[in-house]
């Protein structure tokens, strides 16, 4: 069933439904009817719902302060999660997080043992009690109770009630509505943990997904983008240059002389070099919507989108001398060299990713037949 409406007016309630002199059956039924209205509510609306469960209990000035406590997992704390206080009663939520357990050792144990504590008069605690009763005289209170919360048999934490600077003897009745409210709270915190770890999971799930999507797309030696990637970038970006009459420029990078490389060095000084002249494309093309791959042994393909031919053949440039410098650096053994081959254009109606990779191998191809460790470039 949706929610009807984000908030239930508790004052009219208690005005005409709820008076002092109310059966325990009654003030059942308008916990019954707050929890009807909201526990379907979204996530978002449960600290809400606890809030307003507190306010009815408080109803009618018969409770100055109601709140919720909750255990952390092993019991040597407790925090005060959410307070209602009564007019001109001071509020304390801020002052009660993470209190130990040496601090009260008897109202835990008797919370672990029982369940519940029940105090209508502070002068009713035993000696053992000692540290619990200072805290209530520090808060001006003389009569409170406090329920469990238990969900699947564990106890969570408590519901509870005081007052303060008057006292009352609390009857079985008080005690089965301050139950009343316990159970539907720790409902309510069942749902909202369930929610949350179900959105945790699927949160992760994500991500997992989001994570094999890229490592799908992912060279595993140097972590730039796969030939698989490639292709989808190319089509993207080609068609988008299309579509706007816009500039598409692409590099086809090779590492001169490589099966040299390996047979003098081996493979895994090999596998280095490609890294090091990976990280140095990484470095030159860094603008949004450039795509830097591997697309083969030692080839490697960018796609730079509106990148003018006299920026391409200077950023060409950078790379010449940057992989050059490679061996210098210590990120290598032996020094490398690469051939860069570019096509800049205009695309037609006719150019498609094939026409568009047999102009860059066309361009690498003259870097070679020129002496490698140079560019070529292709304007169409």
């Not at 059956?25 to 469960?53: D, M, R, V, W, Y």
């Not at 960018?302 to 060409?316: D, G, I, L, W």
Request: one cysteine or more; charged letters at 25%.
């Amino acid at each position: 069933m949706p929610c009807k409406q984000d908030s239930v007016d508790l004052k009219s309630i208690t005005k005409t439904q709820l008076r002092p002199s109310d059966s325990a059956e009654s003030f059942g039924l308008l916990i019954s009817e707050i929890s009807a209205q909201l526990i379907n509510c979204p996530f978002e609306k449960t600290e809400q719902h606890i809030s307003q469960a507190l306010a009815a209990l408080g109803h009618g000035d018969r409770k100055d302060r109601c709140y919720v406590f909750l255990f952390n997992d092993d019991y040597s704390t407790m925090s005060n999660t959410h307070e209602w206080v009564n007019t001109e009663i001071s509020a304390h939520i801020d002052e009660l997080q993470d209190v130990p357990r040496d601090a009260m050792p008897w109202f835990f144990d008797q919370m672990l043992q029982q369940g519940q504590v029940v105090v209508s008069s502070l002068s009713e605690l035993p000696p053992a009690a000692v540290g619990f009763q200072e805290e209530l005289a520090r808060e001006h209170i003389r009569s409170m109770m406090a329920v469990g919360m238990f969900l699947e048999g564990q106890l969570l934490g408590f519901v509870g009630c005081d007052l303060v600077n008057r006292q009352v003897h609390w009857s079985d009745i008080d005690v089965r509505q301050m139950r009343l409210v316990a159970d539907l709270i720790a409902n309510t915190i069942a749902r909202q943990r369930s929610e949350a770890k179900l959105r945790k999971t699927e949160a992760e799930l994500r991500l997992a997904n989001q994570r094999l999507a890229q490592l799908a797309r992912e060279d595993g030696l140097t972590g730039l983008v796969n030939r698989r990637g490639l292709d989808e970038a190319l089509r993207q970006e080609l068609q988008r240059a299309r579509r706007n009459a816009q500039r598409l420029t692409v590099f086809m990078i090779d590492v001169d002389h490589f099966k040299s490389f390996n047979d003098v060095s081996g493979h895994v000084a090999g596998d280095q070099a490609l890294k090091a002249v990976a990280r140095v494309f990484r470095q030159v093309f860094k603008r949004s919507g450039e795509v830097v791959a591997r697309y083969g042994g030692d080839e490697f393909f960018v796609v730079s989108p509106q990148c003018v031919p006299s920026e391409a053949q200077e950023r060409a440039k950078k790379i010449l001398e940057c992989v050059r410098t490679l061996k210098d650096t210590g990120e290598i053994e032996r020094p490398v060299t690469v051939s860069i081959g570019i096509a800049s254009l205009i695309p037609s109606t006719e150019d498609d990713v094939d026409s568009l990779l047999r102009i860059v191998d066309q361009a690498v191809y003259q870097a070679k037949h020129h002496g490698r460790d140079c560019s070529a470039l292709i304007t169409v």
